[in-house]
């Protein structure tokens, strides 16, 4: 990543799709909303995809692959946002070739890919895009939190669901009921939601928890045909945060 403050840094993305998706509805609009970044290059799920997704959204290249792209040296930072299970094959050779990451969360498939890469970010600028803690209306929270406004935080409740885990699932989106997938319930609503509270209201210092899978198949919402899910879609936890509040 370039230093000096005046210089623009180049973004590469990997998973811009010229059909809509998170790359395209959420780094494009955030990267053109600021000043310092262009985005220069894409690579996608093929050649093919790459250039129709450069071409829809106005990048100057596309990219064969994620090696080609991280290899450009108009490329200061590459963006990884595509599905979970093919994170850590697209920021290893980003990482390999010295160039910053930002990776979508979570971050991989499971805790050996997430401290491979950890271990592989060794000395590269990187970063995991859980972006609720820079919400407006988070930072306000904590703000607020900060200058004492609502005095010695005793405790804090949250509860929630994630809609995706409930009885049906749409078509499209069966890899996200499989847990060795990583992309469950547990590791994308519940990890962003613990993560903009405890930035907030501070770390935990001890935590228990409870999960279990209490609806082993959902209906397809189109087919009604019965598809098996072994994502955790029942989470409880509780502990201490370390300013002594009690969290559920």
């Not at 809509?20 to 093919?48: C, E, K, M, N, T």
């Not at 990482?95 to 271990?119: F, S």
């Not at 592989?120 to 406004?149: E, H, I, K």
């Not at 879609?233 to 370390?242: E, K, N, R, Y």
Request: glycine share 12%.
């Amino acid at each position: 990543m370039a230093s000096d403050p005046e210089r623009t840094v180049g973004v590469g993305i990997v998973g811009l799709s010229a059909n809509g998706g998170w790359a395209a509805g959420a780094h494009l609009p955030a990267l053109a909303a600021v000043d310092g970044f262009a985005v220069r290059a894409v690579a996608a799920s093929s050649p093919q995809s790459a250039r129709a997704a450069a071409q829809a959204h106005g990048v100057p290249a596309a990219s064969d692959s994620v090696e080609e792209l991280a290899g450009r040296d108009d490329v200061d930072l590459v963006v990884v946002s595509v599905k979970v299970p093919r994170h850590r094959e697209l920021v290893l050779p980003a990482l390999a070739a010295g160039k910053a990451v930002l990776c979508e969360w979570p971050l991989a498939a499971g805790l050996d890919e997430v401290r491979e890469l950890v271990g592989a970010a060794t000395g590269v600028r990187s970063f995991v895009g859980v972006q609720g803690r820079f919400a407006p209306a988070v930072r306000y929270l904590r703000d607020l939190v900060a200058d004492g406004y609502v005095g010695e935080v005793l405790s804090t409740t949250l509860v929630g669901n994630g809609g995706v885990w409930g009885p049906v699932i749409h078509p499209g989106g069966e890899y996200l009921l499989d847990r060795d997938l990583g992309a469950t319930m547990l590791t994308i609503p519940f990890g962003h939601t613990a993560d903009a509270v405890t930035s907030v209201l501070g770390e935990f210092a001890d935590v228990v928890a409870t999960t279990a899978t209490r609806r082993p198949q959902v209906r397809n919402a189109e087919t009604g045909a019965a598809v098996p899910m072994t994502a955790e879609d029942q989470i409880a936890v509780s502990g201490t945060l370390v300013g002594g509040a009690v969290a559920s």
